[in-house]
């Protein structure tokens, strides 16, 4: 007896549910969606009218729960507003390359101004709802601006690589005049539209950036640090007897960095370390900024070049 009376409460308990619109889910029978556009201000009155009575039928649709009336409406919706969102994105896509705030300053006034006539023949052309004058419009514009573009995008994406003065006191005279010829001969390409220019300097900043990475690099201060043992120069710089995959040995008095037989200091000096090799046959003293990178890894800067030195034993 028990067990019917449960029986039953339960089944009481799930028609209250389901007559309170709980329970089992109801199928979701909107298959449209919110029947809207990316820009609703392109349509004409017409368009706004035609849409509203799509609207309109759909909540009616819904309310009577008719599936195969909404399906149809579907079919009918998209073949409504697919040319209208086509044409809205052809437009979005271009506008989206007109140039920015950040472009135009490096535009000339005359530029802005051609440029500015033409995306303004766009929207005209956009506005109106003409196709044809929309698409001439577009490739006027595509080919008056691509050269323009082109070189924008070049020029930004140089591998120029910025030094801060502290910096710049890592770089060799060398790199530091090579560094003001590359600038100079970049925004000369670019003053005279030079694309080509420009595409040939892009490997040679690349080739710059890389020659002077060390003076980007993260150096350390590390307490107890000793230079004793053997260390390989595993750049291409050179110096003395520091030829690339030379090994380099430090003891406690001597090491062969400048002559076979140097006598040597290595110390601390403000951020960085210093080290002075004093040379056997001519007792000449040299000094050398000295920048560590780990435990195993320091550079030595020759003043010509840095030696990327590291610990083999």
Known sequence: MKRIISAAVTLLFVLSLCACGQGVPSKNLDVIGSMTFGDMSILTQEENDRLNELKERKEQLLEAKDEEGLAALKTEWEAFSEPI???IKIYKSVRAQFFSDSDKELLTEEEISASAKLENGIEVAYRERDREKLGAAIAEWESSSETLREMIRIYRGLERPEFSEDEKSLLSSEQLSKM????AETDEAFAGRD???LRLLQDEWTAFAQDTKNAKKDYVRLSGF????????NGKNTYGQVQSGAIVVFDDANCNVVSPQDTYAFYESGSNYRLDCTTFLFS???SF???LVDNDHMDLFTGSGIL????VG
């Open 85 to 87: 969102e086509s044409y």
């Open 180 to 183: 003001k010829e590359l600038n």
């Open 195 to 197: 694309v080509d220019g």
């Open 226 to 233: 000793s230079v004793v043992g053997k260390w390989k120069n």
């Open 284 to 286: 000449d003293t040299l």
């Open 289 to 291: 900024t000295v920048k």
């Open 308 to 311: 990327e030195m590291e610990r």
